[in-house]
């Protein structure tokens, strides 16, 4: 069974451990099975890329590396860095930021 995790794609997050510690980014892809985030312009690491048709290049290009989810925290728009809490807005359940209250 995979876990939910309360940071999806989309959302923008900051870096709290780690090489890029204090970088912010968008969540590119969040893996729940393996407990990993993408994010935009972090963890960029060198690979070597075989060359897959006439046009592509190969060589050794720059990716974005996966993150383990518990080195990220979402960032609200009002408050900054925070943690995820959860609201019923009628019969639907809404994430909330839980030092302004703030929808995210």
């Not at 912010?24 to 890329?49: D, E, Q």
């Not at 979402?74 to 809490?85: L, P, S």
Request: glycine share 10%; aromatic share 2%; charged share 35%.
């Amino acid at each position: 069974m995979e876990k939910k995790f309360k940071i999806r794609k989309d959302d923008t997050v900051q870096v709290i451990a780690g090489k890029d510690k204090g970088k912010t980014g968008n969540v590119v892809r969040v893996n729940p099975t393996k407990n990993t985030v993408i994010v935009s312009g972090c963890n960029i690491v060198k690979k070597a890329m075989r060359k897959r048709s006439q046009q592509d290049q190969g060589g050794i290009v720059e990716i974005e590396a996966p993150l383990n989810i518990s080195n990220v925290a979402i960032v609200c728009k009002k408050c900054g860095v925070t943690r995820i809490g959860y609201k019923l807005d009628g019969d639907k359940k809404i994430r909330v930021c839980r030092k302004c209250g703030e929808k995210l």
